[in-house]
Structure formats: C-alpha cells, structure tokens
C-alpha cells in the first residue's frame, strides 16, 4: 500500500484487531506473515478516537460500504468483518483479506490503493452505508 493518508480507529476496534494480530502471531501455522505486518503497521500509524467521537463517514469494522473500482468502473457493496464472520459469496470481508486492511479507517471520498499481483488495484469509497458507531451500536 503506497497511501500513507491519515486513517482513524476507533478504541474498541484497535484493542480487538491488536488482540487478533497477537494471537495469529503466536500461530506457526500462519500463511500471510506479510499480510499481518501490512495490518500492524495500519494500526500503528492509525489516529485512535473514542467510539462517540469517529466521523461517521470512517471506515469502521463491521461497516457496510460502496466502492467504485477505478480499474472498471464496477461498483460493490462491502461488509468489513473480522475473520470468523468472513464470507466471500455474500460480499462479507475480512479485514484479513488484503481489500479489509486497505479500507480500515479511510473515508468516504477517499481512493484507496493496493498491489495485487495483476498490478495496482484502486478502490473509491463511494458511500458508508452503515457504521455501527453512527447508528449507536458501539462495540464493547
């Protein structure tokens, strides 16, 4: 991921994705070693923020969006999800998947970039549907 654009976390998301990545770490049996470094270093440089006080066109984990991709114009709704609740047929990402760790903390508006191996892939975030935060379902 070339963007280095400030992204925001909110609290709970961040001490449940550190957790995460703590446990897969501890895992020898872990295929995307270089997918979980990607993650950390997003949660690193994240700005982190109470739940009440994220924006709500922030990118949030269990948050349904839009994206348009720049590449074919085809536009997608997506559901931001932590592995277990992952479900490809159904649009449900897991922020996990190389697209989960690109969109965390953007906003809507923003054009997110990632390698794949065909090449730079690029994604704007047309819409969030639906955040938890603004509609008052904060995680615990």
Same mark, same amino acid.
């Given at each position: 991921m070339k963007q280095r654009k400030a992204i925001?976390?909110?609290?709970?998301?961040m001490k449940r994705l550190e957790k995460l990545l703590e446990l &897969?770490?501890?895992?020898?049996?872990?295929?995307?070693?270089?997918? =979980?470094v990607q993650l950390g270093d997003e949660l690193r440089r994240a700005k982190v923020v109470p739940s009440k006080s994220i924006h709500p066109d922030v990118v949030t984990m269990n948050s349904k969006i839009r994206v348009k991709d720049l590449n074919s114009g085809n536009e997608t709704i997506y559901h931001l999800v932590f592995p277990g609740d992952a479900d490809a047929k159904n649009n449900r990402i897991s922020i996990l998947a190389p697209i989960g760790t690109a969109l965390i903390g953007f906003r809507a508006g923003d054009v997110v970039e990632w390698e794949?191996?065909? +090449? =730079?892939?690029? &994604?704007?975030i047309e819409?969030?549907?639906?955040?938890?935060?603004?509609? +008052?379902?904060?995680?615990l």
């Amino acid at each position: 991921m070339k963007q280095r654009k400030a992204i925001y976390m909110t609290e709970s998301d961040m001490k449940r994705l550190e957790k995460l990545l703590e446990l &897969l770490e501890e895992e020898d049996n872990v295929r995307d070693q270089d997918h =979980l470094v990607q993650l950390g270093d997003e949660l690193r440089r994240a700005k982190v923020v109470p739940s009440k006080s994220i924006h709500p066109d922030v990118v949030t984990m269990n948050s349904k969006i839009r994206v348009k991709d720049l590449n074919s114009g085809n536009e997608t709704i997506y559901h931001l999800v932590f592995p277990g609740d992952a479900d490809a047929k159904n649009n449900r990402i897991s922020i996990l998947a190389p697209i989960g760790t690109a969109l965390i903390g953007f906003r809507a508006g923003d054009v997110v970039e990632w390698e794949v191996p065909a +090449g =730079l892939r690029q &994604l704007k975030i047309e819409e969030i549907i639906y955040q938890p935060e603004a509609a +008052g379902d904060f995680h615990l």
